[in-house]
C-alpha cells in the first residue's frame, strides 16, 4: 500500500516533463536602428507568447523597460492605412497572428536616446503571462545622427518561389545585411503591397561605426538576405545587389526574387595532401544536378573542421558558382575531415586531408614536386641571394624572389633593429643573433627575438638594441654595429647522443653500445638508434622502372645541409659533407670496385616512416646494363 503514492508521483512528474518543453530562444539579431530606435528579432522552439527586456547596463541590473516605448509584432508599411481602414486592420492581425504561428519574436524600441548603448533581452511567455525563457542579452547603440541620403533607393523582396514547398510565406521575417553597415534592415514578408512581398527602404542602413546613415558610391552595392520563420531552402536571391549612380533619386524600387534550386557542391584539391603550416588550396564550384555551373551562385560557402583550420568558415563569395584556390592552413599534422555547405545548410560534400609534419622533406615536396635541379639545400633557384634552406627555416617561398626575408627597419629609439620571418613550425634550424662593432668580430647576442605579427604561414621577429646594450654586448664602443642571423642545426651529434642517453665512453662517436656493427657516428648519419641492433627501416633499396628495363635504387635518411663535398670526384662515386660527417653513396657490379656513376634522383618517401627532425630521405641511383649491381652508403668521420 505504501508504494503505491511514490508510483504515481513518479508518473506525474515524467509525463510533465514530456508535456512541457522547455522553449528555447535562438537566433536573435539586432536591426533597423536609428538615433532614437531599435528592432530585435528572434525565433523560439516552442509556441509562446513573446515579450522583451531593455536594460541600460551589461550586467542588466538597471532596467529600463517601463521607460521607453515597445512595440510586439510591430507591421511598417501597412499600418499607413490602418486609421482609414478596416479591412487593413484585419490584414495586419491576420499577418501578426502568421509570425505568432511561424514562432517568431519581432519588437520595436523607440524613445532612446542618440549614440546611447542599450541591451535587450528577448523573453518567451506562457499563456498566463509567465516568463518561462529569456534568450542573450544583445547590445545596441543607437545612431548619433541621421545623414540625408541623396540617393534614395528601395529594395522589394519576392518570396513567392517557396510557397510550393513551405506554403503561406507571410510573417516571414526577412534580414537584410550589408557588409559596409553596423547593423541589418529587418521586414515582414507580407507587410508591403503583396503577402508575398517584403519592403526595405536603404536609407535605413547604417555605416559601419553605427554612428549615421550609410551613404553608398557609386557602383554596386553588395547585399546579403536571409530569414526566419521558414525552414532552409536551397536556391539565391536575384540580383543580391543594387545598383547606385551618384547622381540625387529619390525612392526607386529595385525588384528582387528568391530563386529555388538544387545544386551541388564540388571540391578539386590541388595536392594530395598539405603540410602543416603550407596553404592547402582548394578549387570551389556550385553546379545543378545536372552538372550545368550555377552562374547565379554569388553566395559564400561555409567550411568546417574540428581543427578550425586558417580559411575555415565562411569562404569568400563565389563569382557565377566558383571560387578558386581557397587556401586552407593546418596547424598540426593529422588526418582532418573537411565539410563544405552552403549557407542554408541544405547541400554538403566532405573531404579527407592527410596533413604532413613541417619538415625539410615535406617542404621542399611542396614547393618543387618530384623535380630534382635546383631543390637541394644549398640551392637557389629563384637568385635572391637565400638558399632554400634559408628560406626553409626564415618562411619563404624558394620560387619567388620576392621575398624579403631579413631586413633592417627604422631604429626609432632603438640604435639598432633588425626583422626577419620565422617559419614558426620547422624544428629542425635554430637562428641565432649575433652583433658586431664591424664585419669582422661577431659574437652571439643575449636579446631574445620578439614576435612583432603573427601571420598564418609566418611569423615577423624583431630584435632592438640600445646603445649601450651593444657596447655592453661587444665590449667596445663604436660609432656604428652591426648584426646578422646564423641558421644552426638544432641538434648535433652530442645532443643526439645525449637524447638517446649515451654518457661516458658510449657516447663516443667511434663506440658501438648495441654491438651492431655500426659505431654511433654512422648511426648519428643515417637516423637509427645506437641503444637497438634491430636493422633501420628507414633504408630502402628498391627496383625503379625506367624505360624497358630496371634501375636499382637506394634511399637513405640524410642530417639536413648535407651539401657535395669538394673532394667529390667527377663520376663513379657520390660524396657529401656536413657536420663532420661525409657520405659516400656508391655501386659495384663485381663487389671489389666501387666506381659506377651514381646519380641523385628524386625521392618517394611516401611509404617510409617519418624521420627525426633535422634529417631528410635522399635517393640515389645505379647505372642501368649489368647483370649483376649491388649499392651501399659508407659513412666517414672526418676529422674535427
Not at 523560439?44 to 541590473?61: I, K, R
Not at 540617393?151 to 507571410?170: K, N
Not at 573537411?338 to 566532405?350: E, F, K, N, Y
Request: aromatic fraction near 8%; include cysteine.
Amino acid at each position: 500500500m505504501s508504494t503505491r503514492p511514490i508510483i504515481l508521483a513518479l508518473a506525474i512528474v515524467a509525463f510533465a516533463a514530456q508535456a512541457f518543453a522547455v522553449p528555447v530562444l535562438q537566433h536573435a539579431q539586432i536591426g533597423n536602428v536609428t538615433s532614437s530606435s531599435a528592432c530585435i528579432c528572434w525565433d523560439v522552439t516552442e509556441a509562446t507568447t513573446p515579450a522583451l527586456q531593455v536594460f541600460a547596463d551589461a550586467a542588466a541590473s538597471d532596467d529600463i523597460t517601463s521607460q521607453v516605448r515597445i512595440e510586439m509584432l510591430p507591421l511598417d508599411h501597412s499600418r499607413r492605412e490602418v486609421s482609414t481602414s478596416y479591412a487593413a486592420r484585419q490584414n495586419n492581425r491576420a499577418l501578426q497572428t502568421q509570425m505568432a504561428a511561424k514562432r517568431l519574436g519581432f519588437a520595436r524600441v523607440s524613445g532612446l536616446a542618440p549614440h546611447t548603448q542599450y541591451f535587450l533581452r528577448p523573453l518567451a511567455l506562457n499563456a498566463a503571462g509567465i516568463q518561462i525563457a529569456s534568450g542573450l542579452l544583445l547590445p545596441v547603440t543607437t545612431a548619433s545622427t541621421t545623414a540625408f541620403v541623396v540617393e534614395s533607393r528601395q529594395l522589394v523582396v519576392d518570396m513567392a518561389a517557396l510557397i510550393p514547398t513551405t506554403g503561406a510565406v507571410g510573417g516571414t521575417l526577412l534580414v537584410l545585411s550589408q557588409a559596409a553597415s553596423a547593423y541589418p534592415l529587418i521586414a515582414v514578408v507580407g507587410d508591403a503591397a503583396s503577402p508575398t512581398l517584403a519592403y526595405f527602404d536603404l536609407s535605413g542602413l547604417l555605416n559601419a561605426a553605427g554612428e549615421s546613415t550609410l551613404l553608398p558610391a557609386a557602383g554596386t552595392l553588395d547585399l546579403t538576405l536571409s530569414w526566419l520563420g521558414l525552414p532552409s531552402r536551397p536556391g539565391y536571391f536575384s540580383p543580391s545587389s543594387v545598383t547606385y549612380t551618384g547622381a540625387p533619386q529619390a525612392a526607386l524600387a529595385t525588384q528582387s526574387s528568391f530563386v529555388g534550386e538544387s545544386f551541388v557542391l564540388h571540391v578539386v584539391v590541388r595536392d594530395s595532401y598539405a603540410v602543416a603550416g603550407m596553404p592547402f588550396y582548394l578549387d570551389l564550384s556550385v553546379t545543378d544536378v545536372a552538372g550545368v555551373p550555377a552562374t547565379n551562385f554569388n553566395s559564400p560557402l561555409v567550411i568546417e573542421c574540428a581543427t578550425s583550420p586558417v580559411g575555415s568558415g565562411m569562404t569568400p563569395p563565389l563569382v557565377a558558382g566558383r571560387l578558386a584556390a581557397h587556401p586552407l592552413i593546418f596547424a598540426t599534422p593529422g588526418l582532418y575531415t573537411v565539410t563544405l555547405r552552403d549557407l542554408a545548410a541544405s547541400t554538403s560534400v566532405s573531404l579527407d586531408v592527410r596533413v604532413l609534419p613541417m619538415n625539410y622533406q615535406n617542404w621542399r615536396a611542396y614547393h618543387f614536386g618530384s623535380t630534382l635541379a635546383g631543390s637541394a639545400p644549398g640551392d637557389d633557384p629563384d637568385h635572391d641571394g637565400n638558399s632554400n634552406l634559408a628560406e626553409y627555416v626564415l618562411g619563404g617561398d624558394p620560387n619567388s624572389s620576392s621575398d624579403s626575408l631579413v631586413s633592417s627597419a627604422p631604429p626609432g629609439a632603438s640604435a639598432l633593429r633588425l626583422r626577419f620571418n620565422l617559419n614558426p613550425l620547422q624544428t629542425e634550424y635554430a637562428v641565432v643573433v649575433q652583433v658586431a662593432p664591424n664585419l669582422v668580430a661577431w659574437s652571439p647576442s643575449a636579446k631574445v627575438p620578439t614576435l612583432v605579427e603573427a601571420h598564418a604561414d609566418y611569423n615577423l621577429m624583431e630584435v632592438a638594441w640600445t646603445q649601450a646594450e651593444l657596447q655592453a654586448e661587444t665590449g667596445v664602443v663604436s660609432p656604428a654595429y652591426f648584426a646578422r642571423l646564423l641558421l644552426e642545426p638544432a641538434t648535433n651529434y652530442n645532443s643526439w647522443a645525449a637524447a638517446h642517453g649515451l654518457v661516458a665512453a658510449a657516447a663516443a662517436p667511434t663506440a658501438n653500445p648495441d654491438f651492431d656493427g655500426a659505431p654511433n657516428f654512422v648511426e648519428f648519419a643515417l637516423d637509427s638508434d645506437p641503444a637497438s641492433g634491430v636493422a633501420s627501416v628507414k633504408i630502402r633499396h628498391s627496383l625503379v622502372p625506367t624505360g624497358t628495363t630496371f634501375a636499382q635504387v637506394l634511399t637513405i635518411p640524410m642530417r639536413l645541409g648535407a651539401m657535395p663535398s669538394p673532394v667529390d670526384p667527377s663520376g663513379g662515386e657520390l660524396m657529401y659533407d656536413v657536420e663532420g660527417i661525409r657520405y659516400h653513396i656508391e655501386a659495384t657490379a663485381n663487389l671489389v670496385n666501387w666506381g659506377l656513376d651514381m646519380q641523385e634522383v628524386a625521392v618517394d618517401a611516401s611509404s617510409l616512416p617519418e624521420l627525426s627532425a633535422g634529417y631528410e630521405y635522399r635517393s640515389f641511383r645505379a647505372p642501368i646494363g649489368y647483370a649483376l649491381e649491388f649499392l651501399r652508403v659508407r659513412i666517414e668521420l672526418l676529422a674535427p
